[in-house]
């Protein structure tokens, strides 16, 4: 029987730290944080996420706008609004949910977010900046792992952590965040994706063990080594006519057999999906502070 990692808990407290931070900041007299979310058509994924950050924002205090556009829209019409909000000083944070429709190029709509309103840190200077160890923006749902590792007290230092997949979103950054020196880092992280061989024979050497391809129920019990904790990132949606929707989410861990073998495991849903969210509101407030401390400088 695994312990349960309840991101929904996790996640509600560090909401509390916020609101409360957020609130000292409006008795001083301040603006609170901005977030503006852009959505681009009407991926059923991507509307659920845009309209869960939009709910969070208020509900610590933030305020917090989505800018929606029709699959139609061109490239240039979503640059020029990324310009205008780059612009605005009553704006932070600003991120636009990926994916996009293929006739916009995703890389030059990153680039073209200010790195200081990139709360996703998907921008190459905050990539760059994460990869050198400096401080600043971590990509939400890589910073909300290690913030509910923090949470229950599991010690990543000298451990085998294993990656499953090598996205720019969160395979990429957890690995170097797991690496690299600092309270939840220092582990030694193997990196596999879809061209490892035998990737049984990495997952099953894994202290911590990270899911992140996008493939519903891919690890099973038997890639699992008795007693790791196993971080489930997935979040595919699949059909299930027993459901109201007519569909579940499904983590990329088969739950039932990796349950009882593990010693720790994320649920989905209720693992690591809050925990980006509060990765995600904590990256505002430290956009907006930034901002203050560069205009009274
Ligand atoms: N699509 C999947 N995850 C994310 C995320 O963290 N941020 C954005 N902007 N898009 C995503």
Redesign the pocket.
């Known amino acids: 029987m695994a312990q349960i990692l309840d991101g929904r808990e996790v996640s509600a407290a560090i909401k509390e730290t916020l609101k409360r931070e957020v609130s000292a900041m409006v008795d001083a007299g301040m603006r609170p944080p901005h977030l503006v979310?852009i959505l681009v058509g009407n991926d059923g994924g991507?509307m659920t996420?845009v309209g869960a950050k939009e709910k969070a924002c208020h509900e610590v205090g933030f305020l917090g706008s989505v800018i929606r556009y029709d699959d139609t829209v061109t490239e240039a019409e979503l640059l020029e609004k990324i310009d205008e909000i780059n612009n605005d000083s009553q704006i932070d944070g600003l991120?636009?949910?990926?994916?996009l429709p293929s006739h916009i190029d995703e890389n030059k709509v990153t680039l073209a977010i200010s790195p200081a309103k990139d709360v996703?840190g998907?921008h190459d200077v905050n990539m760059g900046r994460l990869t050198k160890g400096a401080d600043g923006v971590k990509?939400?749902?890589p910073y909300g792992i290690t913030l509910i590792l923090k949470h229950y007290g599991i010690e990543t230092a000298g451990k085998n952590v294993v990656v499953v997949g090598r996205s720019n979103?969160?395979g990429r950054p957890m690995s170097i965040m797991l690496s690299g020196p600092g309270e939840t880092g220092n582990a030694t992280v193997t990196v596999t994706h879809s061209r490892t061989v035998d990737l049984a024979s990495y997952t099953r050497n894994a202290d911590i063990l990270v899911a992140a391809i996008g493939k519903p129920g891919f690890i099973t019990g038997d890639m699992v080594k008795p007693g790791a904790v196993v971080i489930d990132v997935g979040t595919t949606r699949i059909t299930d006519p027993s459901k109201k929707a007519g569909w579940r989410l499904s983590g990329d861990v088969d739950f039932a057999s990796t349950e009882p073998v593990a010693g720790a495991i994320t649920p989905v849903p209720g693992g690591v999906g809050p925990m980006?969210i509060a990765g995600?509101l904590a990256n505002t407030l430290l956009a907006r502070k930034a901002g203050i401390a560069a205009r009274t400088a």
């Open positions: 979310a991507s996420y991120i636009v949910q990926l994916p996703d998907f990509p939400a749902t979103i969160v980006t995600l």
